[in-house]
């Protein structure tokens, strides 16, 4: 088992939100201790959630790897692919919704659907996850010590690793320096150019947003940028039509093991037909590291991106837009120099903990 996060999460625990963060909200309903916390690495590193042994929250979700596994779309027990890009897990905790079609609120739900989804931990039901927990004395103990309870139950699971989640918070880089610090010299001419861009001309704030005093880079909205549109646009109506599920747990199956159920995105949720291929707007931070990108892991890398956006929706002029694109996607006229400098200013959301020794 991996060690050597704790320190540092401890460290992280005990101080204040870092230069471009706000304060982190904890609702009482789940207060942050320390030793909730460590229960919740220990269970976030551990293996024995999954019907094999083999995957633990980490292998998705890697310290190393900038919390993602830098996968198009995630794998899971027996090789099994998802259908959907591993999001980081720096700073989710800032997040009003998780997962890209937000279907569920807290970081504490969230935790309890990968051992149980077929293609991530493949473990029958959370009864599974419990008795596992059941059978590990060490669990058992700290259950006991942190929530004062014999009676382990699903939502300690969840519980636990919310709060370690909650202290993978990453700011100050140096963007953060430059915008929030005052420090004119953090980010050279190209960077700042392509901050004037993702601030103008780009229009990339009206999504990713930049506050008076703090950066989320995200307005925890979902959107829809055309992303994934060529794989529904055929048989979208006997899509729609085999889409009759109405509970979270069966919807979490059903979207990351079938590909077109997936593009539907925020549509599971609200079943609003507006929402067909939205997703959450995502965080900027440390993006450098978290390719490939998208909801799909479709586009490879920043540039790519940026050629999405600047051609309205799509990677060349000639392919088809998605009838459903939002309105703020429109094509942006960029020079080559520009896009340049904006993929310079998004290497410089990078934290500090993720530079290369
Ligand atoms: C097999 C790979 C895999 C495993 C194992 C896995 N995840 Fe994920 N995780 C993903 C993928 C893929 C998504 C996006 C799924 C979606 O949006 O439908 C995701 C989404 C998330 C999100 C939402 C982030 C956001 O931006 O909305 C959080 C938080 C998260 N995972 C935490 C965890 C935790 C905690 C565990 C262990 C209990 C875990 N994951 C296990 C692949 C994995
Ligand atoms: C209308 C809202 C909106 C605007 C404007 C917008 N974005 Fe996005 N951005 C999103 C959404 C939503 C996604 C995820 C879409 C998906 O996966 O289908 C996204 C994804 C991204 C990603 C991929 C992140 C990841 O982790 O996969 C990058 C990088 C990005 N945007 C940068 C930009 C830049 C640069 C601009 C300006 C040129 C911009 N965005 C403008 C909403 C927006």
Redesign the pocket.
Known sequence: MKTLYISVITAAFLSAAPLGLPKLHIPESNPQTKAKVELGEMLFFDPSFSRDGTISCATCHDPDKAFTDQLPVSVGIDGKKGTR?A??VINAAYYTSQF?DGRVQSLAEQAKFPPINPVEGGLHDWSEVVSIMKKNPEYVKRVKEVFGTDEITIDHFGMAIEAFERTIIEGDSRFDRYYFGGDESALNERERNGLA??LGK???????TISQTHALFT?N????????WSKIEKDLPSILKAYDIKDTLAEDEAVLMNEKFSEL?RYVVTKEIDDI????????RN?EL????????S?TT?EE??VW??NGGRLSPDDPLSPFI????RE?G?TAQEMED?VAF?KTLTSPQRMKK
């Open positions: 890009n999001p980081t890209w861009l993702f780009g229009r990339c704030v009206e999504c990713h307005n909205k979902f959107l829809n940028l055309g992303v994934g995105g291929g939205a997703f959450k707007t995502p965080t900027l993006v978290t390719f490939p990108y998208m909801h799909d892991g586009l920043l991106v940026i956006y600047n939002d309105g703020g996607i942006l960029l904006l998004l």
